[in-house]
């Protein structure tokens, strides 16, 4: 069953997973359905870098989360959906079910010109046809690339064209919380610049007035009705593409993460199992967005791998108040809860009764992802929602990763607030210090690295391996490098300290600064910008810019609004900046170079001591942007 019962049991299942990386890895895959078995277990070069696993092995991962669970689970919950509106009913699809709607689905896009291999953005609400759409992708080895529908139109565009998808799906609009967004309507507007989208295929979910263009745009409902649940699983090879992500990196445009079939599958499920410490028939819910890395791998790929029952949730937990989370898990008695620090530190921050007046009595597990959890909130998770007696996973990884990595395996391994601990069998981490050594030994902080592949790792960046070359292989010599820094405690327990390079995390959301300066220099009073990271309560970072204009005489509030509308249409909201200043110079050396070291420091609110200034070519521009900052 490929689970770990103790803390001695993994530490021998470590052991043997770094002994005989092949030979553990083998054992755990082999316990799912392939339609042909591999011939090797890994070919690895780091330098390429080429990763294969499960070499010559023919599957399809919806065969393995669906059709293998029918006989002994088929009417089991596969998913519990909750709608934004609580006064809406939630909806419960067996395994059954969602295996003949994800059939059908299937066969709905083979009608509208679908073919195994091709690329399908799905930009669309936290209804249950997200997770139906992503799956029957799979079931036709479709490639799927899932855009979070918060993304702006430029954005959704960006990311069609850099995959040439043929197809997208959405729908008519959106409900989050209060509010509705008019996804049509913003697909159509990317869709004027996508020239290889041949089809949008629409779901109806909120009802409301949308245009149809006669030739490309199809309702989903009407084609429902036109197709039969019978689709047989394409047979793909372990290596073939599942699917295309895309995160944000330190420079250039968001980068396509790609990960394939038969190494994401074996890794989704070992980890989701462990880490959770997953037992039949718990209710596992994880309140991420499909269009995040979490989603696919731990609301959809790893609990139905599993053969869990996955709680999808289509709202905010804001509305209809603060204590919607508390009610769902209620509702639905949750036993293991996964989110982010950042909604913990916005709940802690709302009134306690809105907690107090729920049981949480069902909670067994808690979890955390994203960034970084402050011990303040690590207490308060664990204390008001896990009342003392739930463990919490503070698990690290990334898009690039696939699956966790480092984290405690629930109730198994002991907990250090704002530690993610241990790293799971088969992760082989390291530290490194800026020449690229690897530093031994315990109590010591570096740049995390990973030495040895895994079988959910990134493959390539769509359309651009030297990219992926670039940005995660060249920088230390046959190592992956994670972008994070981190400590290794005395004990040998891991503790990510934050991203070492100009990558921001804002709510859990991942944005390169280079991608936001883009952005706001649009603007047309905008000369240059600098845009940095700087502690924020709730959303662990906040985005200070620093703008030059051509005309500084403006009316600040109303700039600050404009500035908000660009990076709203170019991006999307979640990439607004916190705090804009108008500056009129930045801080250059003399070869141009911008010192951010001393912008972030002005952020923070440090400006005691901001090193040595000495190489700037104008130092006086640091005085003026220190008496202007907004230290609020
Ligand atoms: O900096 C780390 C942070 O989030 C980055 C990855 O972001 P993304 O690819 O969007 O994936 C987020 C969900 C897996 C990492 O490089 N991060 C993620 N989890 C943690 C974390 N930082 C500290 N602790 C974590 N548990």
Redesign the pocket.
């Known amino acids: 069953m490929n689970k770990i019962n103790s803390i001695e049991e993994y530490h021998e299942e470590y052991s043997k997973s770094v002994r005989d990386p092949e030979g553990f890895w083998a054992e755990k895959a082999d316990t799912f359905l392939w339609k042909k078995k591999w011939n090797e277990v890994l070919e690895w070069d780091f330098d390429a870098p080429s990763v294969k696993w499960f070499m010559g092995a023919k599957l399809n991962i919806t065969e393995n989360c669906l059709d293998r669970h029918l006989e002994n689970s088929g009417d089991k919950v596969a998913i519990l959906w909750e709608p934004n509106d609580p006064n809406e009913s939630s909806i419960k699809l067996t395994y059954k079910e969602l295996h003949s709607r994800v059939c059908a689905f299937a066969n709905v896009l083979k009608r509208n010109g679908a073919k195994k291999g091709d690329r399908i953005c799905l930009y669309m609400p936290m209804t249950p046809e997200l997770a139906i759409a992503t799956l029957a992708c799979a079931r036709i080895g479709a490639v799927h690339s899932v855009v979070f529908a918060g993304f702006s139109a430029r954005s959704l565009e960006d990311r069609i064209n850099d995959a040439t998808c043929n197809i997208v799906v959405t729908a008519d609009g959106g409900f989050r919380g209060a509010k509705t967004i008019q996804l049509k309507s913003i697909v159509d507007k990317a869709l004027e610049n996508c020239p290889s989208i041949e089809r949008s295929i629409v779901l109806k979910r909120t009802g409301e007035e949308v245009k149809m263009e006669a030739g490309r745009d199809v309702w989903l409902h009407e084609e429902l009705s036109r197709v039969d649940d019978v689709c047989p699983a394409e047979i793909m090879d372990s290596e073939d593409m599942l699917f295309v992500l895309y ?2 990196g330190s420079t250039g445009k968001p980068k396509g ?1 790609v990960h394939t079939c038969g190494g994401y599958m074996v890794y989704a499920e070992y980890s989701f199992r462990n880490v959770f410490q997953y037992e039949k028939d718990d209710i596992y819910w994880c309140t ?1 967005d499909i269009g ?3 989603g696919h ?1 731990y609301i959809v790929y790893g609990p139905l791998l599993a053969g869990a029952t996955t709680v999808m949730f289509e709202g905010v937990p804001t509305y209809p108040d603060a204590g919607r989370f508390w009610d769902i898990c209620d509702k639905h008695k949750v036993n293991i809860f996964y989110t ?2 950042t909604a913990i530190r916005a709940l802690q921050a709302c009134d306690i009764s809105l907690v107090k007046k729920h049981k949480l009595d069902s909670l067994r597990v808690l979890g ?6 402050n011990e303040e909130a690590w207490h308060w998770y664990n204390d008001e929602i896990g009342k003392g007696r739930c463990p919490i996973v ?8 696939g699956g ?1 990595m ?2 405690p395996l629930a109730g198994l391994t002991p907990l250090k607030p ?1 530690y ?1 601990t241990l790293p799971l069998p088969g992760i082989q981490p390291c530290l490194v210090d800026a020449d690229g050594n690897e530093i031994v030994g315990n109590d010591v902080q570096g740049n995390l690295c990973i030495k040895y592949p895994w079988p959910s790792m990134i493959r390539t960046t769509y359309g651009d391996h030297n990219r992926c070359k670039e940005v995660y292989f060249s920088a230390y010599k046959g190592k992956y490098f ?3 820094g981190c400590r290794r405690d005395e004990d040998g327990f891991y ?5 070492v390079d100009d ?1 921001i ?1 804002v709510s ?3 944005f390169g600064t280079a991608e936001i300066e883009a952005a706001i220099d649009e603007h047309e009073n905008v000369v240059e910008t600098a845009v940095v990271g700087y502690p924020h309560e709730i959303k662990g970072q906040g985005i200070y810019a620093y703008a030059i204009c051509h005309d500084t005489n403006v009316d600040i509030a109303l700039f600050i609004q404009e500035i908000n509308k660009t990076v709203t249409e170019i991006i999307g909201p979640i990439a607004k900046p916190d705090k804009i200043q108008i500056v009129h110079g930045l801080p250059k050396t003399r070869s141009g170079k911008i010192m951010r070291r001393i912008l972030r420091k002005i952020a923070e609110g440090d400006v005691s001591n901001l090193g040595d200034t000495s190489t700037l070519l104008d130092p006086s521009v640091v005085e003026e942007i220190k008496a202007g900052a907004s230290l609020e």
């Open positions: 995160t944000s993460v991420a995040w890395i979490t791998t982010a620090p955390s992802v994203g960034e970084p959890i503070d698990t690290w990884w990334q898009t690039e990763t966790i480092i984290s704002s993610a994670t972008g994070d503790r990510i300290t934050g991203r990558v995390n859990g959301h991942r």
